[in-house]
Protein backbone atom coordinates (compact mmCIF):
# COMPACT_ATOMS: atom_id res chain seq x y z
CA UNK A 1 0.00 0.00 0.00
CA UNK A 2 1.80 3.08 -1.14
CA UNK A 3 1.88 6.14 1.21
CA UNK A 4 0.41 9.59 0.26
CA UNK A 5 2.18 10.56 -3.26
CA UNK A 6 2.88 14.05 -3.15
CA UNK A 7 4.25 15.43 -6.78
CA UNK A 8 6.34 17.46 -7.78
CA UNK A 9 8.37 17.71 -4.82
CA UNK A 10 10.28 20.39 -6.07
CA UNK A 11 8.43 23.41 -7.84
CA UNK A 12 10.17 26.62 -9.00
CA UNK A 13 8.20 29.34 -10.37
CA UNK A 14 7.95 32.94 -11.13
CA UNK A 15 5.93 35.86 -9.93
CA UNK A 16 3.00 35.85 -11.40
CA UNK A 17 2.94 32.52 -12.72
CA UNK A 18 0.62 29.51 -11.36
CA UNK A 19 1.87 27.07 -9.65
CA UNK A 20 0.02 23.14 -9.16
CA UNK A 21 0.40 20.57 -6.77
CA UNK A 22 -0.89 17.25 -6.60
CA UNK A 23 -2.03 14.84 -4.20
CA UNK A 24 -3.23 11.03 -3.97
CA UNK A 25 -4.18 9.91 -0.84
CA UNK A 26 -3.00 6.32 0.46
CA UNK A 27 -5.78 3.74 -0.95
CA UNK A 28 -8.77 3.94 0.58
CA UNK A 29 -8.65 7.49 2.32
CA UNK A 30 -11.45 9.83 1.40
CA UNK A 31 -10.19 12.66 3.79
CA UNK A 32 -7.08 14.87 2.35
CA UNK A 33 -5.81 18.00 3.81
CA UNK A 34 -3.25 20.21 2.88
CA UNK A 35 -0.77 22.16 5.27
CA UNK A 36 1.36 24.79 4.70
CA UNK A 37 4.67 24.91 6.53
CA UNK A 38 7.31 27.91 6.49
CA UNK A 39 11.12 27.58 7.51
CA UNK A 40 10.82 27.16 11.08
CA UNK A 41 7.24 27.07 11.72
CA UNK A 42 4.95 24.66 12.44
CA UNK A 43 2.55 23.21 9.90
CA UNK A 44 -0.45 25.71 9.16
CA UNK A 45 -3.59 24.30 8.30
CA UNK A 46 -5.47 25.68 4.66
CA UNK A 47 -8.24 23.53 3.41
CA UNK A 48 -9.70 19.61 4.07
CA UNK A 49 -11.60 18.27 1.41
CA UNK A 50 -13.53 14.65 0.78
CA UNK A 51 -14.25 13.34 -2.49
CA UNK A 52 -15.78 16.40 -4.43
CA UNK A 53 -16.49 18.16 -1.68
CA UNK A 54 -14.57 21.20 0.08
CA UNK A 55 -15.51 20.76 3.85
CA UNK A 56 -13.31 23.37 5.53
CA UNK A 57 -11.28 25.94 3.58
CA UNK A 58 -11.02 28.51 6.32
CA UNK A 59 -6.95 28.35 6.52
CA UNK A 60 -6.88 28.86 2.89
CA UNK A 61 -6.16 32.59 1.71
CA UNK A 62 -9.55 33.90 -0.40
CA UNK A 63 -7.16 35.32 -3.00
CA UNK A 64 -5.41 32.84 -5.04
CA UNK A 65 -5.59 29.75 -3.87
CA UNK A 66 -8.56 26.86 -4.52
CA UNK A 67 -8.52 23.34 -4.23
CA UNK A 68 -10.24 20.22 -5.35
CA UNK A 69 -10.48 16.79 -4.78
CA UNK A 70 -12.48 15.25 -7.99
CA UNK A 71 -14.00 12.05 -7.84
CA UNK A 72 -11.31 10.56 -9.96
CA UNK A 73 -7.71 11.44 -9.88
CA UNK A 74 -5.43 13.24 -7.31
CA UNK A 75 -6.48 16.27 -5.20
CA UNK A 76 -4.58 19.02 -6.62
CA UNK A 77 -3.55 22.49 -4.70
CA UNK A 78 -4.01 26.01 -7.03
CA UNK A 79 -2.01 28.93 -6.33
CA UNK A 80 -2.82 31.29 -9.23
CA UNK A 81 -0.19 34.30 -9.93
CA UNK A 82 2.28 33.41 -7.21
CA UNK A 83 4.45 35.98 -5.18
CA UNK A 84 7.02 35.48 -3.04
CA UNK A 85 5.84 35.24 -0.11
CA UNK A 86 4.38 31.77 -1.24
CA UNK A 87 7.39 30.17 -0.98
CA UNK A 88 7.13 27.46 1.22
CA UNK A 89 6.32 23.68 1.89
CA UNK A 90 3.22 22.11 1.29
CA UNK A 91 2.13 19.32 2.86
CA UNK A 92 -0.64 16.74 2.06
CA UNK A 93 -1.97 14.59 4.59
CA UNK A 94 -4.93 11.82 4.22
CA UNK A 95 -7.15 9.47 6.40
CA UNK A 96 -9.44 6.75 6.10
CA UNK A 97 -12.43 8.93 8.40
CA UNK A 98 -11.22 12.56 9.43
CA UNK A 99 -8.56 14.04 11.53
CA UNK A 100 -10.29 13.19 15.06
CA UNK A 101 -10.64 9.91 14.57
CA UNK A 102 -6.97 9.06 14.43
CA UNK A 103 -3.57 9.51 12.61
CA UNK A 104 -2.89 11.72 9.40
CA UNK A 105 -0.42 10.51 6.91
CA UNK A 106 1.63 12.83 5.50
CA UNK A 107 3.01 12.77 1.75
CA UNK A 108 7.05 14.07 1.54
CA UNK A 109 5.62 17.80 0.52
CA UNK A 110 5.85 19.45 -2.50
CA UNK A 111 8.59 22.73 -1.90
CA UNK A 112 7.69 25.57 -4.00
CA UNK A 113 10.02 28.33 -4.21
CA UNK A 114 8.97 31.76 -6.07
CA UNK A 115 11.46 33.56 -7.93
CA UNK B 1 -10.82 28.47 16.13
CA UNK B 2 -8.41 26.35 18.65
CA UNK B 3 -5.11 27.93 19.17
CA UNK B 4 -2.06 25.83 20.00
CA UNK B 5 1.05 26.72 22.24
CA UNK B 6 3.93 24.92 22.05
CA UNK B 7 7.09 25.14 24.89
CA UNK B 8 10.02 25.51 24.17
CA UNK B 9 11.18 26.27 20.54
CA UNK B 10 14.53 24.66 20.81
CA UNK B 11 15.38 22.30 23.55
CA UNK B 12 18.93 20.40 23.81
CA UNK B 13 19.95 17.82 25.88
CA UNK B 14 22.44 14.90 27.30
CA UNK B 15 21.96 11.67 25.35
CA UNK B 16 20.54 9.58 28.12
CA UNK B 17 18.59 12.58 29.57
CA UNK B 18 15.11 13.24 29.44
CA UNK B 19 13.23 15.68 27.46
CA UNK B 20 10.18 17.37 28.23
CA UNK B 21 8.06 19.28 25.63
CA UNK B 22 4.50 21.27 26.82
CA UNK B 23 1.49 22.11 24.38
CA UNK B 24 -1.46 24.07 25.67
CA UNK B 25 -4.59 24.17 24.06
CA UNK B 26 -7.69 26.73 23.94
CA UNK B 27 -11.05 25.15 22.72
CA UNK B 28 -11.96 22.74 25.58
CA UNK B 29 -14.06 20.74 23.12
CA UNK B 30 -10.64 19.21 21.54
CA UNK B 31 -10.61 15.49 22.25
CA UNK B 32 -7.91 14.29 20.11
CA UNK B 33 -4.39 14.98 20.62
CA UNK B 34 -1.44 13.80 18.62
CA UNK B 35 2.18 14.47 18.21
CA UNK B 36 4.18 14.04 15.43
CA UNK B 37 8.29 13.97 14.90
CA UNK B 38 9.51 15.39 11.77
CA UNK B 39 13.46 14.93 10.62
CA UNK B 40 15.22 17.83 8.29
CA UNK B 41 13.20 17.44 4.76
CA UNK B 42 11.01 14.64 5.76
CA UNK B 43 7.58 13.84 6.19
CA UNK B 44 5.89 14.63 9.76
CA UNK B 45 4.94 11.22 11.25
CA UNK B 46 2.66 10.27 14.12
CA UNK B 47 4.66 8.88 17.14
CA UNK B 48 1.81 8.36 19.93
CA UNK B 49 -1.56 10.26 20.75
CA UNK B 50 -4.43 10.43 23.37
CA UNK B 51 -7.75 11.11 23.33
CA UNK B 52 -9.42 13.38 25.73
CA UNK B 53 -11.28 10.51 28.37
CA UNK B 54 -7.60 9.44 29.05
CA UNK B 55 -5.00 11.06 31.29
CA UNK B 56 -1.82 8.98 30.31
CA UNK B 57 -0.29 7.24 27.35
CA UNK B 58 3.13 5.11 27.44
CA UNK B 59 4.68 3.69 24.16
CA UNK B 60 8.25 2.53 25.59
CA UNK B 61 10.38 5.22 25.95
CA UNK B 62 7.29 7.71 24.73
CA UNK B 63 4.72 9.32 26.49
CA UNK B 64 2.28 11.50 27.17
CA UNK B 65 0.37 13.24 30.00
CA UNK B 66 -3.38 15.34 29.37
CA UNK B 67 -4.76 17.38 31.87
CA UNK B 68 -8.23 18.80 30.34
CA UNK B 69 -9.07 21.24 32.95
CA UNK B 70 -5.33 23.77 32.27
CA UNK B 71 -5.86 22.70 28.99
CA UNK B 72 -2.42 21.27 28.61
CA UNK B 73 -0.52 18.17 26.96
CA UNK B 74 2.87 17.08 27.38
CA UNK B 75 5.01 15.27 25.49
CA UNK B 76 8.26 12.87 27.59
CA UNK B 77 11.01 11.44 26.27
CA UNK B 78 13.21 9.10 28.44
CA UNK B 79 16.69 7.87 27.95
CA UNK B 80 16.99 9.75 24.64
CA UNK B 81 18.98 8.48 22.20
CA UNK B 82 20.94 10.51 18.69
CA UNK B 83 18.14 9.28 16.37
CA UNK B 84 15.58 11.08 18.58
CA UNK B 85 16.98 14.79 17.45
CA UNK B 86 14.15 16.29 15.04
CA UNK B 87 11.10 18.52 15.14
CA UNK B 88 8.38 17.76 17.29
CA UNK B 89 4.98 18.75 17.01
CA UNK B 90 1.76 18.95 19.07
CA UNK B 91 -1.69 18.97 17.42
CA UNK B 92 -5.13 19.18 19.06
CA UNK B 93 -8.70 18.39 16.99
CA UNK B 94 -11.43 21.19 18.38
CA UNK B 95 -15.61 21.14 18.06
CA UNK B 96 -15.29 23.14 14.78
CA UNK B 97 -13.21 22.58 11.88
CA UNK B 98 -12.05 18.75 11.45
CA UNK B 99 -8.37 19.68 10.70
CA UNK B 100 -5.59 19.28 12.90
CA UNK B 101 -4.39 22.33 14.31
CA UNK B 102 -0.63 22.16 14.94
CA UNK B 103 1.76 24.05 17.07
CA UNK B 104 4.88 26.00 15.87
CA UNK B 105 7.64 22.78 17.14
CA UNK B 106 10.10 22.54 19.56
CA UNK B 107 13.77 21.02 17.82
CA UNK B 108 14.86 18.60 19.99
CA UNK B 109 18.47 18.19 19.77
CA UNK B 110 20.42 14.89 21.51
CA UNK B 111 23.86 16.21 22.66
CA UNK B 112 26.64 12.84 22.30
Known amino acids: NAGVMQNPRHLVRRRGQEARLRCSPMKGHSHVYWYRQLPEEGLKFMVYLQKENIIDESGMPKERFSAEFPKEGPSILRIQQVVRGDSAAYFC?????????????FGEGSRLTVL | GENVEQHPSTLSVQEGDSAVIKCTYS??????FPWYKQELGKRPQLIIDIRSNVGEKKDQRIAVTLNKTAKHFSLHITETQPEDSAVYFC???????????FGKGTHLIIQP
Open chain 1, 93 to 105: ASSPSGARSGELF
Open chain 2, 91 to 101: AATGGGADGLT
Open chain 2, 27 to 32: DSASNY
